[in-house]
C-alpha cells in the first residue's frame, strides 16, 4: 500500500519560500516601470547581501575558503538565470519566455543522477511530469509559437542556470554555515548585475521612492529566502526541492487573481497539475514496485 509522508520542515519551508516567490511578482511588475531589470536584481541583492552583512558580522569572521567558493558558484547561477531571463525578455514573448524557463524541472533530476548518481524515486518522475505539464499550462498557448533565435537560446540557458543553482547549493550548502555562504552569494549576485548594466546598455534610473523601497523591500525577503534555501536543501534533494519550486507561479497567479487580472481557464488546470505533481513525489510506492539495484 502507498504511502503518502507528511512534509518535513525543511519542506515546509521551501513551500513558504515559493509563496513568497509568488508573491512578489505584483511588486516587480510595479517596480520594473521605475527602472530597469539588471539595476532591479543588483539592487535587490546588494541589499540583501548587506543586510546579511549587518545582521552575520560575528559569523563572517570565520568564515573559510570552501565557503567563499560555495558561495561564489551559487551567486553566479542565480546573475546569470537573471540576466540571461532579462535578455531573453527583449525578443521573446513572456509566455514562450516562462515556457523555456520551465525547462529546468526536467533538467534539475537528470543532473542529480548525473552528477550526484541519485537517480530520482518513480514517484518524483510522475510529479516532475505533471509539475512540468502544468507550467507549460500556465505559459499559454503562445508559448511554443514562434522560431529559436538569440531569445530563445538565452531563456534555455537562463533555465539551466536555474537547475545549476539548485543541484549547487545541494552540493555546496552542507560545507559550511549557511549564513556566510548565502552572503557571499547574495553579494556575487548583486554586484555583477550592477557590473552587467554598461554591457547591456541600461543606465541608471531616476530616483523614485517606487524602486527604492520594491528593491529594499524584496532585498531583505530575498536574503531570508535564500538563507532558507541554503538550510532546507540540505536535507531535501534537488529533484523534490524543484518539484516544490514549480509552484511559485501557482501563488503568482492566485495574488494576480486578487489585483484583478484574470484567470483562464488552462491556468486554472496547470495550478491544479502543479499541486497534484507536488502530492504525487511525497508518495511511497510498496518495495515490491520499487526498481531493484
Not at 71 to 80: D, R, Y
Not at 116 to 126: A, K, S, T
Not at 174 to 183: A, C, E, N
Not at 190 to 216: C, T
Request: glycine fraction near 12%; charged fraction near 10%.
Amino acid at each position: 500500500m502507498a504511502i503518502i509522508n507528511l512534509p518535513s520542515r525543511q519542506e515546509l519551508a521551501l513551500m513558504a519560500i515559493t509563496l513568497f516567490w509568488g508573491g512578489t511578482f505584483l511588486i516587480v511588475h510595479v517596480t520594473l516601470r521605475q527602472c530597469g531589470p539588471l539595476f532591479f536584481v543588483g539592487l535587490r541583492f546588494m541589499t540583501a547581501g548587506l543586510i546579511g552583512c549587518a545582521v552575520f558580522h560575528r559569523a563572517l569572521r570565520r568564515i573559510t575558503l570552501a565557503e567563499t567558493g560555495a558561495g561564489m558558484a551559487i551567486g553566479v547561477a542565480i546573475w546569470g538565470c537573471y540576466t540571461l531571463q532579462t535578455y531573453g525578455l527583449q525578443t521573446i514573448s513572456s509566455s514562450r519566455s516562462a515556457f523555456l524557463t520551465a525547462l529546468y524541472v526536467p533538467i534539475v533530476p537528470l543532473l542529480q543522477w548525473i552528477v550526484l548518481r541519485r537517480p530520482p524515486r518513480i514517484m518524483n518522475w510522475v510529479g516532475i511530469g505533471m509539475a512540468f505539464g502544468g507550467l507549460v499550462l500556465l505559459a499559454g498557448t503562445g508559448a511554443t509559437q514562434g522560431g529559436f533565435g538569440r531569445g530563445e537560446c538565452a531563456t534555455v540557458l537562463c533555465a539551466v542556470s536555474a537547475a545549476a543553482e539548485i543541484m549547487l547549493i545541494s552540493r555546496c550548502a552542507p560545507l559550511g554555515d549557511s549564513r556566510r555562504i548565502t552572503v557571499v552569494q547574495l553579494l556575487v549576485a548583486g554586484l555583477l548585475a550592477l557590473l552587467a548594466m554598461p554591457v547591456a546598455g541600461e543606465r541608471l534610473p531616476e530616483f523614485s521612492w517606487i524602486w527604492v523601497a520594491g528593491g529594499v523591500g524584496l532585498g531583505v525577503g530575498s536574503m531570508l529566502v535564500q538563507l532558507a534555501m541554503n538550510w532546507a536543501q540540505k536535507a531535501v534533494s534537488p529533484t523534490r526541492a524543484t518539484i516544490i519550486y514549480a509552484g511559485e507561479p501557482v501563488w503568482g497567479g492566485i495574488v494576480g487573481r486578487m489585483a484583478g487580472d484574470p484567470l483562464p481557464a488552462t491556468s486554472v488546470l496547470g495550478a491544479c497539475c502543479i499541486v497534484a505533481g507536488v502530492l504525487a513525489s511525497e508518495i511511497r510506492l510498496p518495495a515490491c514496485f520499487k526498481p531493484k539495484d
